[in-house]
């Protein structure tokens, strides 16, 4: 096994509703799916957003197109325009994400 | 089987204009679509209505139109848009003007409203609405006296209504985005309020639309790349039959890409739970779409399905709290990240020391960890950074005075910085979001028609 960044297998884009954040992410061949709905859990993508995320993280499976969908409330630093932060709405978070590291098989060219 | 063509020709206020000229001028098309308004974007026209009360939608929507009108006429295209805002009657009447003076007197405008729930915001307090925080809980009454804004997101059967009626362009406040495509598939086709797969795939052909360049290669992580002239990106077209079958297009001889990928991202843009995908005419399944790529642009989405619709109407509401000031420093090399960090405490003592409060800030380091915070990798050793630190504060005053402090810092601080720019930043108010629902017996949307043949 080797060790990338979810960027080499996946790609994705985010967007806001209020303080809440969701990431779309999508496997860049369907073969990468099983790999990233495995390793990418809710509680991972919690802890990696860290004091990013002060409510949950919930994922939701979209099998069909090879995607997953997470869910993060109290994301935002309040979002939109009550927010301090230089995003507050949110859309460089699922390239944020694309920063967490799998395990993959040594033989994937990705 | 029958088919309309829809154009998604803006992504919200501020985006590109010429995108419009574009889908109409490219090919064929039936529709076009227009979403100007996100969840700032009401305040923002209230205040601007507060200053002149003829205002309330975008102020660039109307000299667009004095360049569209003729070709919306010429290629008999209807146009459906919330550019309406906070004042979609005002609008329309300023469209009419408008229209006589280009040469088309008889402009048929409808104009769906209702949703402005600011004048009845006590009388539906009395009916025991408490409009709820969607997300905490609170009720509204924690915030009440500062509210600017409150609209109901109404859905797609008025639009329908006006269509029907035979709108040219329809104009509306506040409704669900994809009310906007999915209005005209109800009037073209005869869709009913039960039949909810059909209602679902319009409403998931409006989603893919509404934000424009981003379903047809705009901000695309897969493979920015791969999508050839974003200097001239085509806009989305949706193909939608009356079955509800939806190919998703761009015209030819643009640039932009339309593929499974690039149509993944959007579907997934702003969505929750995918089962369900909650607008006001219905609740939206898509755990089972799927993507075909016919190739030559073209990608068939199929297996979208629609439960019934909640018995309420999102509202969303801002309120204002505060004053936002954000101020900060060019430091270079050398040390560039650890002058800016001394320096951000040195700035936070002296307003300690003025005696100047705030409520909140935020330092963050641009070049370093300031968009996305510990998750950023650390870096060896810049050649500059820029130094932000963001405040709230309880006044505009109070603000201006941490601005006084910022540039103060040049000749009295730390070496090696310079600012931004030569003027200095002024604050704005602080408008917070506040996610509501209201019970559908409780309002309801009015559909004006406005114009047309004497």
Not at chain 2, 29 to 52: F, G, H, P
Not at chain 2, 83 to 109: F, H, I, M, Y
Not at chain 2, 211 to 227: D, F, K, L
Not at chain 2, 316 to 327: F, K
């Amino acid at each position: 096994m080797k060790e990338l960044p979810l960027a080499r297998i996946a790609h994705g884009r985010s967007g806001d509703k209020g303080d809440t954040v969701n990431c779309g992410i999508i496997a860049r061949s369907p073969e990468y799916y099983s790999v990233i709905a495995a390793q990418v859990t809710a509680e991972r993508v919690k802890a990696h957003f860290g004091d990013f995320c002060r409510g949950t993280v919930t994922r939701y499976d979209l099998p069909r197109i090879h995607a997953l969908n997470f869910v993060l409330t109290r994301s935002l630093g309040g979002g939109g325009t009550a927010s301090l932060r230089l995003d507050p709405q949110g859309k460089t978070y699922a390239a944020a994400l694309m920063r967490m590291t799998v395990q993959v098989p040594d033989e994937w060219e990705a | 089987m029958r088919k309309i063509r829809i154009g998604g020709a803006l992504g919200y206020w501020g985006d590109r204009t010429d995108a419009l000229l574009d889908l109409l001028e490219g090919g064929p098309l039936d529709y076009v679509i227009m979403d100007y308004l996100a969840e700032v974007t009401m305040s923002i026209l209230q205040k601007q209505m507060r200053q002149n009360p003829a205002l309330g939608y975008p102020h660039d929507f109307i000299p667009l139109m004095k360049r569209a009108l003729p070709l919306l006429r010429e290629k008999r295209v209807r146009l459906v848009t919330d550019a309406g805002g906070l004042n979609p009657l005002g609008l329309a009447e300023v469209l009419q003007s408008t229209a006589r003076e280009s040469g088309w007197p008889d402009l048929k405008v409808g104009v769906v409203y209702g949703d402005d729930l600011m004048p009845r915001l006590a009388a539906l307090a009395g009916q025991g609405i408490e409009f709820r925080h969607l997300d905490t809980g609170a009720p509204q009454n924690d915030i009440s006296g500062t509210i600017t804004s409150a609209n109901a997101y109404f859905g797609a059967f008025p639009v329908a209504e006006a269509l029907s009626l035979g709108a040219d362009i329809v104009v509306t406040g506040r409704v669900n985005d994809a009310a906007l495509a999915l209005g005209p598939c109800i009037s073209e086709f005869g869709w009913r309020a039960d039949q909810y797969d059909l209602l679902a795939r319009g409403t998931i052909a409006g989603h893919l639309l509404e934000c424009g360049g981003q379903a047809s290669g705009g901000n695309y992580s897969g493979g920015w790349q791969e999508v050839p002239d974003l200097d001239h990106l085509a806009f989305p077209i949706g193909e939608i039959s009356e079955d509800g079958g939806l190919v998703m297009t761009i015209h030819p001889g643009q640039g932009g890409r339309v593929t499974p990928p690039i149509l993944k991202e959007q579907l997934l843009y702003e969505i929750g739970d995918p089962a369900a995908y909650i607008v006001a005419d219905v609740v939206c399944d898509i755990t089972e779409l799927e993507m075909q790529d016919l190739g030559s642009n073209r990608v068939e989405v199929r297996g979208t399905k629609g439960h019934p619709p909640t018995p309420s109407y999102k509202v969303s509401m801002s309120y204002e709290d505060g004053y936002q000031i954000a101020v900060g420093l060019i430091y270079t090399w050398p040390d560039c990240v650890t002058k800016a960090k001394a320096s951000s405490e040195i700035v936070l003592k002296r307003l300690s020391r003025l005696g100047i409060r705030y409520r909140d800030v935020l330092v963050s380091i641009l070049g370093c960890d300031a968009v996305h915070g510990r998750m950023s990798h650390e870096l060896d050793d810049p050649n500059e950074v820029y130094l932000r630190m963001a405040f709230v504060v309880e006044d505009a005053e109070t603000a201006d005075r941490i601005s006084r402090e910022m540039i103060t810092h040049v000749l009295c601080g730390i070496p090696t910085s310079c600012l931004f720019d030569a003027v200095r930043p002024s604050p704005h108010k602080r408008v917070v979001f506040w996610p509501s629902l209201v019970s559908k017996s409780a309002v309801r949307p009015i559909v004006k028609m406005i114009g047309g043949a004497k």
